[in-house]
């Protein structure tokens, strides 16, 4: 956490973290983190590193992480990060994440802490067979909705989870929309 607001790091609240960015608060971290229904066999895909903070969440339950922040320093800031705390299970890559990682593919899971206007189609395109992918989607105004899709042989299903706030997507996801 940056230090000028590292006495709030055990609220229930989101943080910035630099660069316009924003680290989730814990209550949103553990709700997407359990609507990806996870095991503990999956690989996982994270667009949004940030702080690093979920990925590190993550890893804590699945053996092999990928994840891409499009902000330089954070990525590298978060990649440095995790590695100085013994995450060896997660790959962090800086980038835009809205084609995803496809040489990993595919994925068991995809999480999305950036909003999207609508979740890419190479993330779709990414998810394995029976995957889940949780994303805020939307940006009625600064609102999203928290959605989990999943891969079915007839497409996607989606459930709408509840009202959320998170930083828009950027780079190819706001060019498109």
Do not use: C
């Not at 994440?97 to 990414?126: C, S």
């Amino acid at each position: 956490m940056p230090e000028n607001v590292r006495a709030y790091s055990y609220a229930d609240s989101p943080l910035p973290i630099g660069y316009e960015q924003t680290i989730s608060q814990p209550y949103i971290v553990a709700l997407m983190t359990a609507a990806l229904v996870l095991s503990g066999t999956e690989r996982v895909l994270e667009i949004g590193t940030g702080s690093g903070y979920q990925a590190a969440v993550l890893a804590e339950i699945v053996p092999e992480v990928y994840t891409i922040e499009i902000v330089e320093a954070l990525g590298k800031r978060a990649d440095e990060t995790l590695k100085r705390l013994g995450y060896r299970n997660v790959h962090v890559r800086v980038g835009d994440g809205y084609r995803g990682w496809p040489e990993h593919a595919p994925f068991d899971a995809i999480m999305l802490t950036a909003a999207p206007e609508k979740v890419p189609q190479p993330l779709v395109d990414q998810l394995a067979l029976g995957g889940r992918l949780v994303a805020p989607v939307g940006s009625e105004g600064g609102l999203q909705w928290l959605r989990r899709y999943k891969k079915t042989p007839k497409g996607l299903t989606e459930e709408t989870l509840e009202a959320v706030r998170f930083v828009p997507m950027t780079g190819e996801a706001q060019k498109r929309e």
